[in-house]
Each structure stands twice: as structure tokens, then as C-alpha cells.
């Protein structure tokens, strides 16, 4: 039977072409694979190959032809002895669905866009009594825990097992666990990355320690290509059950290299969850949240507060939903929204505030992706004022994010525009007098307030 | 260096051929793989794919001969050149192709597409285009086989231009170090894009590449089943007695260009025809075949059940519907 041979598209983005030279010519035989002609695309000249085996039986477009566009049919295939068609059998071909598809569909973008409902927070369990653990505790607890839990779950990265973690938050879990499970890697972050999340695609629930975050950027391409998108690109089949977890962003004098916000990076990524705790019972209850979840979390510590004690529940079970933000402070006249070791500065803000009569509400974020919109949205209706906090860099950061969801969900209570607080945009200076003029401090926090109030 | 010509390493014995009812299946297996890859091909050229597109004609006896050394449970991964290995690993001619075309039908439901593909039920693990990342995640699926305690063995493939990553010698050191077992397959067809070995790379013996951490290598004919499947089976032992991971370098040729996109002018044409002639991994099965006494008529049969199923593979995927709206929000995240 006469087929048509089309004009084909040779790159993404062709939509006609010039027929630079035939190749074959009327009467040739022609089997799969042979060069019919060259194609001048937008990018390059192309060899068109011959797919069906026959006869070339007419040239319909002469070469030097030009503007051909995609789909039209530029010569007729015959098999042996068969009579030529003058024409082409079809008329050109409808374009193909996927680009000319237009009918109208539910408008997504607007869909997403649009601000959504938000469910009235709920208020927090009661876990009962507490006892005081520092935060290095309370990640290790989590961790052993976890471990103790479900088998399926270990641990690996740089110094987890005999060297005891390099900030100790391992401590005693190889030698609980053994080295099946706790896992000692080499300096090597983009390869092991790499394989755990490999074994996380297979099932298993890898916690994945970097020294500190800084060294996650190495390994970044398999945190958002390899783990966060693969359950998108597969349609559902492969999850990526992995928890990346380390301390996150300055600690003291370590430099430009070592003293950076990963938040807002990885909050910006569809297909993670990002955690951000503050408080012993925030990391405790957080981590085991974070490695049952069956999808990939970059779970940020803060080496500052490994060693700080908070009152935590002693309640075996004990943990904590991610994507609830946590309201540590009540006040009527300020929201103040932040997250991990600035909790801490904005509580003594608020007690500095409290004292000249402005009562702040100090909310912890906890989880940064998702957001708890809601518990922000419904304290910025009571107090009608938002400031926001982060050590991280100003530009785009978790506070240009928040504020943006109270622009879109409450923007006829505020009373004042909102103010962002973060670290200065700079690389971190080394020096004791100019680092800690780059982070936040109470003061600032305390200033930024009166301005509003 | 010419494809699977010169240099051909043995450093293992000789293991028997192949039966003529493997050479059959093999036949079959890498025609499916040849007629599949030309269709696409042509819905490309139709505008029915569109983006990019990595054909796999002319490397067709790596894949088919590898896997005929593997049982279930093995686990696959791969770079974006992935038709192949997805039809070589059972993974149906339809679900591919309608995912080639972005419909509902495909086996990421159009939200992967060529590059983005997997099947757990067929342990293949993707489709991946970030090139050498498959390989840190092919040593995972190796590490979960050894934590699993199972004997099974994971393939990663990449090619000769994947093969100069850092990540790549990190997981060569990983996969030692733990003894993962993980057959690393170096699928060199001499061109990374277009970029030949030679001006790439300063080490022309790839099969080497692995020995500063123990690992055996082997230069194999990849445009030759048997030895394919000969070097495989070899490899597979190694890893499944657990003695760490193995390296295959298999010499092998891409007809196409780089992808749809590219028109192939770093080589020439000369060189295609001449490999096409003389080294065609399909039409060396066909002729020990016929000298073994089948008939043109049983091939025949075979060609035309395969055509078939590709054009029916590809009437699947211009008929099925595009995903649901609503799709573009699903598979995000899993619930908790």
C-alpha cells in the first residue's frame, strides 16, 4: 500500500524546514535506515532516514523547497510493483495533539495560585509529663528509637558510627545497632547521597547525616533531582522514604563556607519536606515524624543549640505532625513568624517588648515545607502587624515567603506593612565583631516592632 | 577505536554459546528493541514525541545479552537512553511508547516521559537525565540487595561520556568498600554527545577504570550477543558470591545521533554504513540462525509479529488520552 513520507520534525522545537537535497530519487528501492534526503531545520542540517522499506515512488516537494511545514507530505513509498499514486493518500495530517490541543481545560495555574481555604489550626496534644534533655539528646533518642522500630531504617554519613557523630548526636547507636546500620562513610557526599537515595527508591529508610548542611551542596542534585522528583516522574510508583538531616546554617566563627541557611533553598523544592526544629521536643518528636514519612525530608539542625536544654516529653510514643507550626508565645499587638535558633532571639525580643507594654506572639514555624499558613493567618487577625525572622539571607528567603501568605490571606487586617529581619545579604565574615553584626540579634527584632506598633 | 573491533579484552574463559532457542530469543528481543526505536523515531518526526529523544539502535545486543544473564528480582537503572533496557527488561511495548507520546497510558502516566521511566514490577529503576547520577543510585540498589540479604545484583548503565563524572569513581570506591553488588556497565559507543572518547577522556581502557579499587574490568564485543551474554554471566557470578562489584565495558555503536536533535556531523557517514555493514549486533544473530538451519520464512514470522506489536504499540499511543488535568497535581508527595 502507498504510504506518505512526511516532513518530519527534527528537533523540539521545528515547525517547517527547507529540503535541502533528495537524496534517493523516483524508482529507487529503498530499505529502513537509508538517508532519503537532507533537512534544513531552524538548528542544523539533518539526514532524514527512510523508516519503511519500498519504492520511492514520487517526490511530492522538490528540493530547495523552503518553509515546508512539519507533517506535510514531501514524497509517496510504493512497495514493489505497485502502481503510483499521483498524490498524496491523505490530506496533511492534523497536527499533533499535543501541540495544538487547546480545548479548554480546568485552569491549574489559577487553581494553585489562588489562595486556599486554610483549616482552623488544632490545638496541640497534651503528651504529659517532660522531663529536660538537651537537643543532642533528643535527636539521639529519635534516632534510636526509630531504629529500634523498624529495621528497615539505618544510618550513614561521615563519623555516625566508631568516631560517635561528629557532633555526638550518634552517640552509642553502633554500638546498640551495630555496623549494618550504622553506617560510617567516607568524605564522599555526592556518592553516598546517591546511594541511599538508590535504597530508598528500593524501600528502605536511610537517615543521611552531613557534617553539617554545607556539605548537602555537593549531594544537592540527588536531594532534589534523584529523591524529591522521582515519585512525580514515575508516577507515583517510586517513592523516596530518606531523611537528610545535619546542622544548618551559622554556628561561631566558622567562616563563609561553613555558616549558611539551607531553608529557603530546599523550601523552594515541590516533592520535599523541610523541618526546621528549635526546642528538644521540636527535634525529638520531629525526627521520628520525619523518618516514618514515606517522603524525602531535609530535616535542619543548629550546632548552637545541641547543647541547650528544654523540658521534653518522656512519653515513649511521643512525636510531633510535621506541618504545624507552634505558637510558643501569646500577645495581642505582634506577630513575630521564625523558625530553629532564632525562636530563642525573638523570645527574649518579645520579653524585652514585654516590658515596655507590647505583647508579641511568637510563632515557631517547625516545618518550613509545608508551611502552617494557617496558624500565621489566624495570629496576624488578632494582632494585625507581621514581622518575620530568619538567620538566612534576606532575598527570597522563608520570610519573603510568609509574608507573601499573609499578603494573600489576610491582607485587610494588616495594619502596618510587614518587616523581614534576616541575616545581612553578605557572605559570613569571619571576625567576632563583624559576625555578629550579620545575625539577627533581640535588638533588631525589638526596633523593628516599635517601628510598627 | 572502532566498536567491539579491536582490543577485545578475555580476561575469562570462554563460557559455552549460546542455543539456538537463545539466539532466537535474542533475535527477537533486539529486532523488538531495533523496530520499536525506528517507530519512535517516527512519531518524533510527526511531532507526536516531542522534547528530547535518545534512540538505542545499534547497541541493541548490550542489553538483550546482559539480561539473559539475569533472574527476577535483579534491579535495573540507567541513563536517559532507556527504551532499550525498559522492552529488554519486559516492560511492555505500549506502556513505553505512550509515555514517548505523554499520555494517560504511559508508564509514568505522561509525566516522565522518554527520559523518565520505571517499573517496580519489572525492578527498573529509571530513566534518569542527570547523566552519572544513575550510577550512585545503581550502587544503592546494589547496597539494598546486601542489607536485604538476597543474592540478587543490580545493573547501572552509563556511557562512555557519563564514565568522567566525579560521581561515578565515588561510587566505584563505595561499591568496593562495601562490596555492593553492583555490575557497573559502560555502554561505549564512542561518542558522549558529540564528543568522541578520545577527545574526552585521557584513559581510552575504560574496562580499567575500576582498578585503583580491585575492581575486575573486561572489554567486551558489544555488537556480539554471545560474548555479551558470556561476559555477563561471568560478572553476575562474581557479584552474587559476593565478592563486590564488576566492571563491563562494552564497545558498542548508536546509529542515530545523540538524540532526535542532533545531526551527527562529528562523524561520518562512512563510518555509520561501515559498522551498519559489517558489525550489525542483529544481523550477526540473524546469520548464525539461518546457518544453524532456520528459515527465512521463521524469521519472517518473527519480523512480522513484531511489527505488530510496534504498530499497535504505537496506534496505543496516538489513541490513548493526555493525563487528566487534575494529574499535575497528583504524585507530589506521598500521605503520611
Not at chain 1, 537532507?38 to 538548528?43: A, C, L, R, S
Not at chain 1, 489550626?121 to 523498624?150: C, H, S
Not at chain 1, 553502633?174 to 541511599?196: C, N, S
Not at chain 1, 502552617?372 to 528567603?397: C, H, I, M, N, Q
Request: hydrophobic fraction near 40%; charge should be negative; aromatic fraction near 6%.
Amino acid at each position: 500500500m502507498a504510504t506518505d513520507i512526511l516532513m518530519p520534525a527534527l528537533s523540539p522545537t521545528m515547525t517547517e524546514g527547507t529540503i535541502a537535497r533528495w537524496l534517493k530519487k523516483e524508482g529507487d528501492a529503498i530499505s529502513s535506515g537509508d538517508v532519503l534526503a537532507e533537512i534544513e531545520t531552524d538548528k542544523a542540517t539533518m539526514e532524514v532516514e527512510a523508516v519503511e522499506e519500498g519504492i520511492l515512488g514520487r517526490i511530492l516537494v522538490p528540493e530547495g523547497a523552503q518553509n515546508i511545514a512539519v507533517n506535510t507530505p514531501i514524497a509517496i513509498l510504493v512497495s514493489e510493483g505497485e502502481e503510483v499514486p499521483e498524490k498524496s493518500a491523505a490530506a496533511p495530517q492534523a497536527a499533533p495533539a499535543h501541540q495544538t490541543d487547546d480545548a479548554p481545560v480546568a485552569s491549574p495555574v489559577s487553581a494553585s495560585a489562588a489562595p486556599r481555604a486554610l483549616s482552623t489550626p488544632e490545638p496541640e496534644k497534651d503528651w504529659g509529663p517532660t522531663a529536660e534533655i538537651t537537643v543532642r539528646e533528643a535527636l539521639n533518642q529519635a534516632m534510636a528509637a526509630e531504629l529500634r522500630r523498624d529495621p528497615d531504617v539505618f544510618l550513614l554519613g561521615e563519623e555516625v558510627a566508631q568516631y560517635q557523630g561528629a557532633y555526638k548526636v550518634s552517640q552509642g547507636l553502633l554500638a546498640e545497632f551495630g555496623e549494618k546500620r550504622v553506617i560510617d562513610m567516607p568524605i564522599t557526599e555526592h556518592g553516598f547521597t546517591g546511594m541511599a537515595v538508590g535504597a530508598a527508591l528500593t524501600g528502605l529508610k536511610p537517615i543521611v547525616e552531613f557534617m553539617t548542611m554545607n556539605f548537602s551542596m555537593q549531594a544537592i542534585d540527588h536531594i532534589i533531582n534523584s529523591a524529591a522528583k522521582t515519585l512525580y516522574m514515575s508516577g507515583g510508583q517510586m517513592g523516596c522514604p530518606i531523611v537528610f538531616r545535619g546542622p544548618n546554617g551559622a554556628a561561631a566563627r566558622v567562616g563563609a563556607q561553613h555558616s549558611q541557611c539551607y531553608g529557603s533553598w530546599y523550601a523552594h523544592v515541590p516533592g520535599l519536606k523541610v523541618v526546621a526544629p528549635w526546642s528538644s521536643a521540636d527535634a525529638k518528636g520531629l525526627l521520628r515524624a520525619s523518618i516514618r514519612d514515606p517522603n524525602p525530608v531535609v530535616f535542619l539542625e543548629n550546632e548552637i543549640l545541641y547543647g541547650r536544654k528544654f523540658e521534653c516529653p518522656t512519653d515513649e510514643d511521643f512525636i510531633l505532625p510535621i506541618g504545624k507550626a507552634k505558637v510558643e508565645r501569646e500577645g495581642a499587638h505582634v506577630t513575630i513568624v521564625t523558625f530553629s535558633i532564632m525562636v530563642g532571639v525573638a523570645l527574649q525580643a518579645a520579653e524585652e517588648l514585654a516590658q515596655q507594654g507590647i505583647e508579641a506572639e511568637v510563632i515557631n514555624l517547625r516545618t518550613l515545607r509545608p508551611l502552617d499558613t494557617a496558624t500565621v493567618v489566624e495570629s496576624v487577625k488578632k494582632t494585625s502587624r507581621l514581622v518575620t525572622v530568619e538567620e538566612g539571607w534576606p532575598f527570597a528567603g522563608i520570610g519573603a515567603e510568609v509574608a507573601m501568605q499573609v499578603i494573600e490571606h489576610a491582607f485587610d487586617w494588616l495594619d502596618a506593612p510587614p518587616v523581614r529581619i534576616a541575616g545581612e545579604d553578605v557572605p559570613m565574615p569571619f571576625a567576632a565583631n563583624l559576625e555578629k553584626l550579620a545575625l539577627p540579634q533581640a535588638s533588631h527584632i525589638v526596633d523593628a516592632v516599635r517601628g510598627i506598633v | 577505536m572502532q566498536a567491539g573491533k579491536d582490543d577485545i579484552q578475555k580476561t575469562g574463559g570462554n563460557g559455552p554459546s549460546l542455543t539456538r532457542e537463545q539466539f532466537t530469543q535474542a533475535f527477537h528481543d533486539m529486532l523488538l528493541i531495533r523496530r520499536f526505536e525506528e517507530k519512535a523515531g517516527q512519531l518524533y518526526g510527526m511531532g507526536l514525541i516531542g522534547g528530547f529523544c535518545h534512540l538505542y539502535i545499534g547497541q541493541e545486543a548490550v542489553v538483550v545479552g546482559i539480561q539473559m544473564a539475569l533472574k527476577d528480582g535483579d534491579k535495573l537503572i540507567t541513563s536517559y537512553r532507556d527504551h532499550g533496557q525498559m522492552l529488554a527488561a519486559g516492560m511492555t511495548p505500549r506502556g513505553v511508547m505512550a509515555e514517548l507520546t505523554g499520555r494517560a497510558t504511559g508508564y509514568s502516566r505522561g509525566k516522565g516521559g522518554s527520559m523518565h521511566m520505571f517499573s517496580r514490577e519489572k525492578n527498573f529503576y529509571g530513566g534518569h537525565g542527570i547523566v552519572g547520577a544513575q550510577v550512585a543510585l545503581g550502587i544503592g540498589l546494589a547496597f539494598a540487595n546486601k542489607y536485604r540479604g538476597t543474592d540478587e545484583v543490580s545493573i547501572a548503565y552509563f556511557g562512555d561520556g557519563a564514565a568522567n563524572q566525579g560521581q561515578v569513581y565515588e561510587s566505584f570506591n563505595l561499591a568496593a568498600l562495601h562490596k555492593l553488588p553492583c555490575i557497573f556497565v559502560i555502554e561505549n559507543n564512542l561518542y558522549g554527545m558529540g564528543t568522541s572518547v578520545e577527545r574526552a577522556s585521557a584513559s581510552h581502557e575504560m574496562w580499567r577504570n575500576g582498578e585503583p579499587w580491585g575492581i575486575p574490568g573486561r572489554r567486551v564485543d558489544g555488537m556480539d550477543i554471545a560474548t555479551v551474554n558470556e561476559a555477563a554471566v561471568e560478572a553476575v557470578a562474581h557479584c552474587r558470591a559476593g565478592k563486590g562489584p564488576y566492571l563491563l565495558e562494552m564497545m558498542t555503536y548508536r546509529y542515530r545521533g545523540h538524540s532526535m536533535s542532533d545531526p551527527a556531523k562529528y562523524r561520518k557517514r562512512e563510518e555509520v554504513d561501515e559498522i551498519r555493514k559489517t558489525r550489525d549486533p542483529i544481523e550477526h544473530v540473524r546469520q548464525i540462525l539461518l546457518d544453524a538451519g532456520t528459515t527465512q520464512e521463521d524469521l519472517k514470522a518473527i519480523e512480522n509479529d513484531i511489527k505488530a506489536v510496534v504498530n499497535d504499540s504505537a496506534e496505543f499511543a496516538q489513541t490513548s488520552p493526555e493525563p487528566d488535568a487534575a494529574e499535575l497535581y497528583t504524585d507530589v508527595l506521598l500521605e503520611a
